[in-house]
């Protein structure tokens, strides 16, 4: 306790990260603050069926990375996600497009040209999934909710392309609050926004599973704290998903610099089990959607229910042969043993025991692969915890904090952000936040 009290005095000793925590704070509550604002023209006592609508599939994924913005028909309601997915895009393109491959190679310039593509390709994303969600709120809220269209003459299509409007400003917004707190704060400002999404349930779910734990009158209190004590053992595993990686050995050869000689140095290429993030859950939940379609045919309607059941053996095996299958697939796309190999033989580097070339890429596609195995499995089971702890009885708001993104998410991002707070004590000569040794963020690796 000593050492934590002593860590917090020296993170304030120093000005720049104390200016960048308090910046970076007071904009998340600016965020926060913003998504809790309405609407214009829409009551707000009449949103009870839209939060409802909101709680559960791809929706309610949208809600928790809206920080329940969502769900509140707020100005922020699509949140970052327009922005994630034109990310995500842009980064697939510069894999398989040669013009953004040329873009990834030009530095910060090209850096600098990529991120305006992705902003352009967010707006025209947002003029997509603003009039989506107009048509939702019309479709799961009262029409007398809609005040600018009942009481000020509106007709429903200039209000919708209004809102349409303040939801692509809310959005770009939100983008320009993470940009600042990259730029000015601390951490990635994008992922925290989002963490700072998922926390903000976590109160009312955790207030939601005492009450049920407090009035049960068969252990309850019990059932608890082992229900604490599991989630504290899910986060422990998670955080070890996140840091775990194998290491490489290379052999750098000797090189002559003026008139020195120096001799070879053995360095590591760090091999991470989970090289895919938290995108193959999300990729996975989005495709187990695709039954409901059918749910509307008599046909279909039993096979699409047996299909789209939360906790139905199905689901879960589907769902988490899935993430298996995304994991490989996202880590194909975003590690490159060919480029890792031309670099290493660019620098003079080799695998000790591996011939150059050919044989290093299939060396490093072969470990690659067989380090991606156990953390697909891993990953697959964080991703399908959250149904067993519903099979369990725990309440489906606070099940959800047992696994699958929102766990994944919260890890990584504490981490990243921890480990910047880590590298300004260490500059200034500061203990580190871990006596054991330096944080491991996703970053960092």
């Known amino acids: 306790m000593k050492k934590?009290?002593?860590?917090?005095?020296?993170?304030?000793?120093?000005?720049?990260?104390?200016?960048?925590?308090?910046?970076?704070?007071?904009?998340?509550l600016v965020y926060r603050l913003g998504c809790f604002i309405v609407l214009p023209g829409i009551d707000s006592?009449?949103?009870?069926?839209?939060?409802?609508?909101?709680s559960e599939g791809l929706v309610g994924l949208l809600n928790m990375f809206s920080g329940g913005a969502f769900g509140n028909a707020s100005i922020f309601a699509l949140g970052v996600m327009p922005y994630i997915s034109a990310s995500i895009v842009i980064q697939l393109l510069g894999v398989f497009v040669p013009y953004f491959r040329k873009l990834q190679m030009e530095g910060e310039s090209g850096r600098r040209k990529m991120n305006q593509l992705t902003r352009y390709l967010t707006i025209l994303i947002l003029c997509i999934q603003g009039p989506a969600y107009m048509a939702s709120l019309h479709s799961q809220i009262p029409e007398a909710a809609f005040l600018a269209v009942n009481k000020l003459g509106w007709s429903s299509f200039?209000?919708?392309?209004v809102s349409t409007f303040i939801l692509i400003g809310g959005t770009m917004f939100v983008m320009w609050l993470g940009e600042r707190i990259t730029d000015r704060g601390i951490g990635n400002g994008i992922s925290l926004i989002i963490m700072v999404g998922i926390v903000a349930r976590l109160p009312y779910a955790l207030t939601a599973e005492i009450g049920e734990k407090v009035n049960s009158t068969t252990g309850g209190l019990l059932l608890l704290i082992v229900e604490l004590v599991i989630l504290f053992l899910v986060f422990v595993a998670a955080i070890a998903l996140v840091q775990g990686v194998r290491k490489v050995p290379v052999?750098?050869?000797?090189?002559?610099?003026?008139?020195?000689?120096?001799?070879?140095?053995?360095?590591?290429i760090p091999m991470k089990i989970n090289a895919a993030g938290v995108m193959p859950i999300i990729?996975?939940?989005?495709?187990?959607?695709?039954?409901?379609?059918?749910?509307?045919?008599?046909?279909?309607?039993?096979?699409?229910?047996?299909?789209?059941?939360?906790?139905g053996v199905w689901y879960n095996i589907i769902f988490g042969s899935l993430v298996v299958i995304f994991t490989y697939f996202y880590t194909a796309v975003t590690v490159n043993p060919t480029m890792m190999a031309e670099d290493m033989k660019k620098n003079g580097g080799f695998i000790?025991?591996?011939?150059?070339?050919?044989?290093?890429?299939?060396?490093?596609?072969?470990?690659?692969?067989?380090?991606?195995?156990?953390?697909?499995?891993?990953?697959?089971?964080?991703?399908?915890?959250?149904?067993?702890?519903?099979?369990?009885?725990?309440?489906?708001q606070f099940a959800s904090f047992y696994g699958g993104t929102s766990l994944l998410i919260?890890?990584?991002?504490?981490?990243?952000?921890?480990?910047?707070?880590?590298?300004?004590?260490?500059m200034r000569h500061y203990d580190g936040l871990m006596k054991t040794g330096r944080l491991k963020g996703r970053s960092g690796m």
């Open 4 to 28: 934590f009290i002593q860590t917090i005095k020296n993170i304030f000793k120093i000005e720049e990260l104390r200016k960048r925590i308090i910046y970076t704070i007071l904009l998340l």
């Open 45 to 54: 006592t009449l949103l009870a069926n839209m939060q409802n609508f909101s």
């Open 410 to 426: 919260l890890v990584g991002v504490v981490l990243d952000t921890l480990q910047q707070i880590e590298s300004h004590l260490l």
């Open 283 to 311: 990729f996975a939940q989005a495709l187990m959607l695709f039954p409901l379609v059918f749910s509307k045919f008599d046909a279909t309607r039993g096979l699409a229910a047996t299909l789209s059941n939360y906790t």
């Open 158 to 161: 200039w209000y919708n392309l």
């Open 352 to 396: 000790p025991g591996v011939k150059p070339g050919k044989k290093t890429v299939e060396y490093l596609d072969s470990v690659m692969s067989r380090v991606t195995l156990p953390g697909s499995f891993f990953l697959a089971i964080i991703a399908i915890m959250p149904a067993f702890a519903m099979m369990c009885g725990v309440n489906n």
């Open 251 to 268: 052999q750098y050869a000797k090189r002559i610099v003026g008139n020195k000689q120096y001799g070879g140095v053995r360095q590591y």
